[in-house]
C-alpha cells in the first residue's frame, strides 16, 4: 500500500484508509453542511493506526538479526471461557545476552498496531544499544496484528464484533506478561531485569505495562505515548494546534495559504467542472466524486508531515527530505504571486506524497482493499481520542468532537459501543502527577514537540524517577529510531539521557538483589 | 448452615463443604491409601471460602446503618463481547461525609467470597473509624457472591464453567474501579481519596487494587491478605505448622494428643463396628462411612480455631469463647489419665462446635446441599494455594501438595483446568520487597501471627509506606473487627496505627493536591 516508485501510480490508499476527515455539521466553514460522519470523528484516532496496513513487501532494513518464534496464549487472560487459543509471534535475539547468571537484561519492545518485523525494524536505538548493555531483545507482536491472528487467520480474526473482542490493551499487557513470565523461567533468568520500550501506542503499552506489571519490568521508555489523549485530560484541539504550529514556524505565509485553501477546495468542489478541475490540478486518478475526499487526503499528509518532522530525511512512513515541512512550505510559498492557492498546495504535498519525483500519471485516492483495519477497532472501543479543530489557532477547518456521531459510527460499522472512560478507568489519567508521584517509578515520556501527539504526552517530569525528555525539534518517537551521521546534537543527548536512565534502573535493581540477598 | 442451637441437630454442612481433607497416596501414614482425591489439595484454599455459603439469616449486627444500591456492571470488562450485564450490589453511608468540596474520603470495603452485608456486620472497623474522617463508607459485593448475581440467579450464574467463567479476581477488582469512578463523578467527588480495605481474600484484592488502580485508591490496609500463599513463595507446609504452632504454645500434650488421633481414628474406623463406635463417641447423625470423614471434621475445627483465635469471646464464624484453643486445649488434657485419645478430642471439639452447650442429639456432617461455593470455582481456576503438612512440625497427618490430582479434581467437577501461575503474573508476589521497594506506596499489610494464613503474608515493612503490622497475639484480620471494651492493649495500639498510617496518607495526598492546583 505504501508508495511504489517508477510505476505510473502512486497508491496512496494506506493514507486514506487511516485518515478520512469530514466536518461536524455545526462547522460554520461549511456552506453545505454533511450529516456528521464516522470518519470525522474517529479521524485523528487513527493516525495512531498507521502502521496496521503497511505492506509487508516493503522492504525491512536487514541489519538487525533475530529468531523468529511463536507463543501459545489464551484469548481471554482474565476470564476462563473456553475460547482457542492463539499463536503469538516474537522476535527475539540473544547473540549479547550476559545470561540468568549474570543477570543479563532483557530489553522488551511492546508491540503496537501493526507487523512487529516493521517496528523492529523501525526500532534501532533498542538494537544498537543491547550489545552494550549485555541485553537480549525481545519483539512480541500485538495480537490481532501481523501475523499473530487468533482464530488462525486475519479473516476470521476479524470476522465481526465477537471474534474481534478480545482486541483489547489489557489483553495485549497480559500477553506480554505471560510471554515474558514463561521465557524467564524457561531460562532459569526469573531475577535478570526486564526494560520495555515502545513508541506511540506501543509507547502508551510500555508506560502501562510498568505501571500494571511492576514485578515484570523495572522501567519502562515510553516514547511519544499520547496517554492523557483521553477524556477532557487535554484540550481536544493540540493535536491540529500542534500541526498547524509546525507549519506556522516555518512560515506564515504557507500557513495561510494552506488555511485558506479547503474553502477553495469546497467553492471549486461545488460544480461537476469544479471536481474536474481539482481532479486535474492535484493527478487525482478517477475522477473525485467530492472535494472532501481531496481535504482528507490533504489533511492526512500535513498531519503525517508533522509526525514525521524529522531533521534528516528518512523513510518511516515515506520517503522525505530532512525537514520536510521547510520543504513543503518552500515549495508552496515558491511560486510568483498571482498563482493559485491550489497549484500551490499540490506542489506542496507532492513533497509527502511523490518526494523521489517519480514518474507519476495520477494518485489513487482508492480506499484500503482490506476494509476496517485493527486499529478502527480499537478507537472504536476503548481507544476514544477526542479531537476538534479550533477556528482560532488551526490551519485546518473548524470542528467539535462530536461523541454521538462517533459512537453511531462504531455501532454502523462494528456493531460496537465504545467505552471512552475505560482507559483511564483501567490505566489512570487524570490526575497524572498526583498518582504518581507518590506511587510508580522508572518511566521515561519522551517526547519531541513538533510531533501533534505530544499534546496528549507526560511533558513534565512527575518525580525522581518518572521523567520527561522534551525535545523542541522532535517529531515521533524519533529517539527510537537507528543513529544517523546526521544526528544533531540534542538527539544525541537525549539518547544518551535514556541510555543512563535505564542503565541506573538496572544498577539500582541490582544493588537491591544484591543487598536482599546478602540478608 | 451455620449453627443453630436449641435444636436437636447442630448442622456443621458448612464447614464440610469447606474442608474435606484426605491425604495424598504417598503419606506414609496412611495404612490404605486412598486414590488422589481432589478435597485433599483443595482443602486449604477452601478456608479462604468460608464466607460463601454463611447462611444469611444468621442474626447481623444492626449497628451500621447504611443504604443498599445496585450497579450495572459488564461481565467481562476487558473484553467487548455482547454478554449480559449484572447488578452489582453495593451498601453505602454518606452520614458523615465531609462532600466533595471539603474532600471527604470515601473508605471502600473490597468485598471478598459472600454476603456483603456479612462482611459490613464483620468490619466494626470502618464503620467505627469513617466518622472522624468524614469519610463515606461503600461496601460493594464481589460478583457471583450474595447477591450480585450475573445471569440473574445464582442457578445460572453457577451452572457451568461457561457461566463462571467471569468470576475472577480481576474482573471484581474492575468492578471496584469503574463503580467508584462512576459514583465519584456522578458526585463531583473525583479529587476524593479513596482508602481501600479488606480482610482475608478482600485484603488481597485490597492490596493488589492499591497497585492496579493507584489513581483510583490512595492507599490499602490488607488485614491478614496471604498474597504469598502462591506457587512456591512460601513453603506450602506454613498453614498447617501455624495452626499446630498455635496448640502447641497452649500444651504439648495437646498437640501431642491430637497428633496421635489420627492414627486412632483411622485404625478404629477399619472395621464396621470401629467405625460404628467412632459414630457413638464424636455423636454423628447418621452412620461414619469412612474415618476420613471425621478427620476432615477434626482438622476443619483445629484450623478454624486458630484463624479465630481471638482474646475475647466472639462469634465470627461460631460463637467461642476467648483463647478457644486454650480452652480446647484445657478439655483435651483435663481427663485422667487412661481416658482414650478419642474421647479427649470430642470434648476438646466440641468447645468448637457446639460451645453454647445447647442440647444436642448429634452433629451433622452431610455436605452442603447448595453443591460447589464460588471459592471452589476460585480455587479450581486462579487461587491455587498450595498446601502440604509437614511430617516433623504438623500435628496433622503428614500430606504434599499434589497438583495432578487438585488439576483433575478441577476438570472432574468443572471442566476447568487451573491457571497456578496466573495470579502472581497478574498481581506479583515473587520477590516482593525488591518489587515493591522501588515501587508503590501506602500499603499496610496487617497480620496476626496465630493466623494460619499470616504464613503467607507480607510480614516485614517493604518501604517506608508499604509496611507490615505483625501481632503476635493476632488471629484472622481481627484487627478489622469492632473494637470491645476486652481488647488487648497490642489490638488498640495496632488500630492506632492504622488509623495514623491511613491519615498520614490523606493528609499527603491533601497537600499535594492543593500545592498543584497553587502551580
Redesign the interface.
Known amino acids: 500500500m505504501a508508495t511504489t516508485t517508477g510505476t505510473a501510480t502512486v497508491t496512496v490508499s494506506l493514507f486514506l484508509s487511516i485518515l478520512i476527515l469530514s466536518f461536524s455539521p455545526s462547522s460554520p466553514l461549511l456552506i453545505e453542511p454533511k450529516a456528521p460522519e464516522l470518519r470525522s470523528s474517529r479521524a485523528t484516532s487513527r493516525f495512531l493506526g498507521k502502521f496496521a496496513e503497511l505492506n509487508k513487501s516493503k522492504a525491512l532494513p536487514k541489519s538487525y538479526q533475530y529468531e523468529t518464534r511463536y507463543f501459545t496464549q489464551r484469548l ?7 475460547l482457542p487459543t492463539f499463536q503469538q509471534r516474537y522476535l527475539i535475539n540473544t547473540d549479547h545476552w550476559l545470561g540468568a547468571e549474570r543477570m543479563g537484561p532483557i530489553f522488551l519492545y511492546c508491540g503496537n498496531e501493526g507487523d512487529i518485523e516493521w517496528f523492529a525494524a523501525n526500532t534501532g536505538f533498542v538494537w544498537e544499544i543491547a550489545p552494550s548493555f549485555g541485553a537480549m531483545v525481545i519483539f512480541p507482536e500485538h495480537r490481532y496484528y501481523g501475523e499473530s491472528m487468533p482464530y488462525g487467520s486475519r479473516d476470521l480474526a476479524y470476522k465481526n ?2 471474534s ?3 482486541l ?1 490493551a ?2 495485549a499487557l ?1 500477553d506480554f ?2 510471554l515474558i ?1 514463561d521465557l524467564k523461567r524457561n531460562l532459569s533468568a ?2 535478570c531485569p526486564v526494560v520495555l520500550f515502545g513508541g506511540s501506542y506501543g509507547g502508551m503499552l510500555a508506560a502501562w505495562m510498568r ?6 519490568a ?1 522501567g519502562a521508555l515510553s516514547a511519544s505515548a499520547p496517554i492523557l489523549q483521553f477524556e477532557d485530560i487535554v484540550p481536544p484541539e493540540t493535536f491540529y494546534d500542534i500541526v498547524s504550529n509546525d507549519f506556522k514556524r516555518e512560515s506564515m505565509s504557507c500557513f495561510n495559504t494552506i488555511k485558506e485553501s479547503w474553502d477553495a477546495i469546497e467553492a471549486t468542489g461545488k460544480t461537476a467542472e469544479g471536481l474536474l478541475q481539482l481532479t486535474h490540478t492535484f493527478r487525482i486518478c478517477g475522477n473525485l466524486s467530492s472535494s472532501q475526499d481531496l481535504s482528507d487526503w490533504l489533511d492526512s499528509a500535513y498531519s503525517y508531515l508533522a509526525m514525521v518532522d524529522y531533521p534528516y530525511p528518512s523513510d518511516f512512513l515515506m520517503p522525505l527530505p530532512g525537514n520536510p515541512i521547510k520543504e513543503v512550505c518552500r515549495k508552496i510559498d515558491s511560486f510568483p504571486d498571482g498563482t493559485s492557492v491550489l497549484e500551490r498546495i499540490f506542489a506542496g504535498v507532492s513533497i509527502y506524497y511523490n518526494y523521489t519525483g517519480a514518474a507519476v500519471d495520477c494518485f489513487d485516492l482508492t480506499d484500503d482493499p482490506h476494509g476496517m483495519s485493527g486499529w478502527d477497532w480499537q478507537a472504536c ?1 476503548e481507544m476514544v481520542m477526542p479531537t476538534s479543530s479550533s477556528k482560532s489557532k488551526s490551519m485546518f477547518p473548524a470542528s467539535d468532537f462530536d461523541y454521538s456521531s462517533y459512537q453511531e459510527g462504531c455501532s454502523k460499522d462494528f456493531g ?1 459501543n465504545p467505552r471512552p ?2 482507559i ?19 518511566i521515561i515520556f519522551s517526547n519531541g514537540l513538533l510531533d501533534p501527539w505530544s499534546g496528549g504526552g507526560v511533558l513534565q517530569n512527575v518525580s525522581e524517577s518518572i521523567v520527561a525528555l522534551v525535545t523542541n525539534e522532535g517529531g515521533h518517537h524519533l529517539d527510537l529510531r537507528s543513529s544517523t551521521t546526521e544526528d544533531p546534537d540534542w538527539l544525541v543527548e537525549q539518547r544518551e539521557s535514556e541510555i543512563q536512565l535505564i542503565a541506573g534502573w538496572i544498577k ?2 541490582n544493588e ?2 544484591m543487598r ?1 540477598s546478602s540478608m
Do not use: C, M
Open positions: 481471554d487472560h482474565f476470564g476462563f471461557s473456553n464484533a465477537d474481534l473482542a478480545h483489547t489489557g489483553q497480559a506478561a505471560v513470565t526469573e531475577a505501571l500494571k506489571y511492576p514485578h515484570i523495572i472501543t460496537v472512560r475505560w483511564t478507568t483501567e490505566f489512570g489519567g487524570h490526575d497524572l502527577r498526583t498518582v504518581l508521584k507518590a506511587f510508580g517509578s522508572n539500582s535493581y537491591e538483589k536482599l
